[in-house]
């Protein structure tokens, strides 16, 4: 039995993590092409627009998460309240796509101007901002459509869905800024491709017959709808959470250093969006499993499998501080092509610093969906809220006022140790509260 599930834990959490990456490539590329193209000022933009991407992603997150796990445990219990949960998710998440289509086609700018972009780079900002926002519909769709097919038994094809997506923006944004000389719009238009190509990918699954999700109107939209919600919310926040970080450090930054500081914050937090995207991968490769026994009352393969993933996390997180601290120099170089010495001695300093945190970021990510899995939404939203906003907003504001850069920079591992201490204690009141019995299912 363990070695079965030690097995599944590995093929589900590696398809993930794979998929994860590729999904992380997405601003990435964008990161790597604006750079050698544009230059510092395309970078500062860049950064600038991500708190907006970051949301758009957040509510297809939520809805397709929440839901997705909660069609889990209704599949694995045989309960018909299943029939509607797609459906009603579908819907409200291409309702919400349209809300954000509207105000990139009208309030682009304003959007830029608060989210940050001075007069220097207003103008590359807002070609951007309105290019992603356009594309809303489909980055919520892909993220709420990948969710079920992972849950319904196919993590290939969700590795397969993201990859794609990710490896075709790459391709496009050589092809737009390039050959096609298309600037920032051509950047965001690949971006903006992206998931549409995932989503043709993730339609295989009904094509071949594979699905047991569909189409299926029924009532409780409310229901339905509250109860993805609840559920997903953890995931909102951990992904609303970038932007919104980068939203506050962006001001901070600006204060200290002005457009070169948030450059340099820019190539330190596109490293860590794809860090941050392979903790999600593992605990969303977790997830289904953990739904499925937790759903048939098997506590035993419940905690196995948290111990596989905080494990993975722990190995990772290390990883990514020893490539972090000593691989700074390599990794800002790949982002600052113009050689602007100023931009490398903040961004090396600052990711030497801010890796700390990977060290324990992974095991909070992978804690806070472990509790969705079990539908213990309060425990999941308070480690979200805890890392994602409240800690790391505070510890920046204060380290800031008192160490400058130094503090933006140690603000990220502070916020993931306290937030680590009370991940902990949740988790140790859950396992007390329900003990692995004898006579559990094998």
């Given amino acids: 039995m363990q070695g079965e599930l030690a097995k599944k834990f590995a093929r589900y959490a590696s398809l993930n993590i794979l998929g994860?990456?590729?999904?992380?490539?997405?601003?990435?590329?964008d990161t790597y092409f604006i750079s050698a193209k544009m230059g510092a000022d395309g970078l500062a933009a860049l950064n600038i627009t991500i708190p907006a991407y970051a949301l758009i992603n957040a509510c297809g997150l939520m809805l397709g998460t929440g839901g997705a796990t909660k069609y889990a445990i209704y599949h694995s219990q045989s309960d018909e309240r299943k029939e509607g949960l797609f459906t009603h998710t579908l819907l409200t998440g291409i309702g919400l796509g349209l809300l954000f289509l509207f105000a990139g086609l009208f309030f682009s700018k304003p959007i830029a101007t608060v989210l940050g972009a001075n007069r220097e780079i207003i103008g590359l900002t807002n070609e951007y901002l309105r290019t992603l926002m356009l594309m809303s519909p489909f980055f919520i769709c892909n993220g709420l459509l990948n969710a079920y097919v992972r849950n319904d038994g196919s993590p290939n094809l969700s590795m397969a869905g993201m990859l794609v997506g990710s490896l075709s923006n790459i391709v496009l944004d050589y092809v737009f800024m390039y050959p096609l000389n298309m600037g920032m719009f051509g950047a965001a238009l690949a971006t903006g491709c992206a998931p549409v190509l995932g989503i043709l990918t993730l339609s295989l699954h009904f094509i071949r017959r594979k699905n047991s999700f569909g189409i299926r109107f029924r009532k409780g939209w409310a229901e339905n709808v509250r109860s993805a919600v609840k559920l997903g919310i953890p995931s909102f926040i951990n992904e609303i959470s970038t932007g919104i970080?980068?939203?506050t450090f962006n001001y901070i930054i600006l204060g200290l250093t002005g457009?070169?500081?948030?450059?340099?914050?820019?190539?330190?937090a596109n490293i860590s969006i794809v860090c941050i995207a392979i903790f999600t991968?593992?605990?969303q490769g977790m997830q289904p499993l953990v739904s499925r026994f937790?759903?048939?009352?098997?506590e035993k393969s419940v905690r196995t499998l948290h111990r596989y993933s905080m494990l993975a996390a722990l190995l990772l997180g290390i990883l990514f501080f020893l490539c972090g601290f000593f691989l700074a120099e390599q990794l800002t170089a790949v982002f600052n092509s113009e050689k602007d010495a100023q931009l490398a001695a903040l961004a090396e300093y600052g990711m030497r610093l801010y890796s700390i945190g990977y060290v324990l970021a992974g095991l909070n990510i992978v804690s806070a969906l472990y509790f969705t899995a079990?539908?213990?939404a309060v425990q999941a939203f308070l480690i979200a809220l805890l890392r994602g906003l409240a800690a790391i907003i505070a510890f920046s504001l204060l380290f800031s006022m008192f160490w400058g850069m130094t503090g933006v920079w140690l603000a990220f591992p502070a916020a993931e140790a306290v937030t680590l201490a009370v991940t902990l204690s949740l988790t140790l009141s859950l396992h007390k509260r329900n003990p692995v019995l004898c006579n559990q299912p094998q």
Avoid: C
């Fill in 281 to 283: 991968g593992l605990a």
């Fill in 20 to 29: 994860m990456i590729g999904l992380s490539l997405y601003i990435l590329a």
């Fill in 245 to 247: 970080v980068l939203l």
């Fill in 259 to 268: 457009n070169t500081g948030v450059a340099a914050y820019g190539v330190v």
């Fill in 374 to 376: 079990r539908e213990r």
């Fill in 294 to 298: 937790y759903a048939i009352g098997d």
